[in-house]
């Protein structure tokens, strides 16, 4: 009897090629799509039902059974009550990192391993050796192990990224080749499992707005803003602002939650919007921990996505990092992850919570 490896199936052409590919193995498929959010978006379409009705049309064409599962509540309760929260102690969350680690990479895997599986697989473009160290995807552009810092190395050892490897090009080009009715389908984006939405209209659903003033560092109060939640810093993007001031544009430099102002500077190298030092907390290592209390690490990290590695200096101090970037950083946010590599390898990160040094550096 051939392994059985059940695969996380979003009906994106990812997870359809992995599929596919896993099926040309000689892997027993099966099939799963996660069903993790109710509500229809703003137009009054439930995404989830084509998406479902995808994964189905690639299931039949490959020839793998296939099953859906609902961790609506799991969702609520480890990720989106989170992602509510960070917003309203005015920080900007990323919900992917929560996600993959409490649903695909702990409901989701429970359940494969309920289903008589060795092994998950997703169609993550990451990649992992024999050590179950976590390593970049080749493709600069769609390496995803930002997104993956939280998943320990435990869980990668019982996991499969067929794709993991591969450019998107070549996953489109197998898809084409093999009929798949996905293989020109549009990227997701948006929240985890939620999509594209318009953010200030759906965060509205949720959370009271207080509006306030919009203030510049001398104090001046330069226009109103719509609730703090709906702003992160470095955005110049619809302030209404424009006009005011020595006429470049404004940005956002931060907040003051006590106050409800949030705080705005002219000038894209604004020193307000740099610094070189910050902690973060939620400290999590994908294997053994680099370093121990006291130790400082030369690495290099990503304060977001797509961002090229930074070198730093970690130091872990109790239950937190202290992260030196040895060179100027623009608009470090709280809420959002440090992620931290050694070349090709995902060390680990964590979330960040406070900018130490803004404004008192030279740029």
Known sequence: MSERVVIGMSGGVDSSVAALLLKEQGYDVVGVFMKNWEEQDEN??????????????????????????????EYWDRVFSYF????QAGRTPNPDVLCNREIKFRAFLDFAMNLGASKMATGHFVRTNERGEL?????????????????????????????????????????????????QKKDSTG??????????????????????????????????????????LGQRRGLGIGGRGDG???????????????????????????????????VTWVGEAPLQEGQTLSC????????????????LEGDQLRIHSLVPQRAVTP?????????????????VTEIEDAGRIPV
């Open 44 to 73: 009054g379409v439930c995404t989830a039902e084509q998406d479902w009705s995808d994964v189905r049309d690639v299931c039949d064409r490959i020839g793998i059974p296939y099953y859906s599962v609902n961790f609506a509540r």
């Open 84 to 87: 509510l929260k960070e917003y």
């Open 135 to 183: 390593l970049r995807g080749p493709d600069p552009n769609k390496d995803q192990s930002y997104f993956l810092y939280m998943v320990h190395s435990g869980q990668l050892k019982r996991t499969l990224f067929p794709v993991g490897g591969m450019t998107k090009a070549q996953v489109r080009a197998i898809a084409a080749d093999h009929g798949l009715p996905v293989s």
């Open 191 to 232: 929240v985890c499992f939620i999509g594209e939405r318009n953010f200030k209209k759906f965060l509205s659903g949720f959370l009271p707005a207080q509006p306030g003033d919009m203030v510049s560092p001398e104090g001046e109060t330069v226009g109103r803003h719509d609730g703090l939640m709906y702003y992160t």
């Open 248 to 282: 470049r544009s404004w940005f956002v430099i931060g907040k003051d939650l006590e106050k409800n102002q949030l705080l705005v500077a002219q000038g894209e190298d604004h020193p307000m919007l740099y610094s070189t030092r910050c902690r973060a907390e939620d």
């Open 300 to 315: 290099t990290c990503k304060y977001r996505y797509r961002q090229p590695d930074q070198p730093v200096e970690v130091t």
């Open 335 to 351: 809420g959002q992850s440090a992620v931290l590599y050694q070349g090709e390898v995902c060390l680990g990160g964590g979330i």
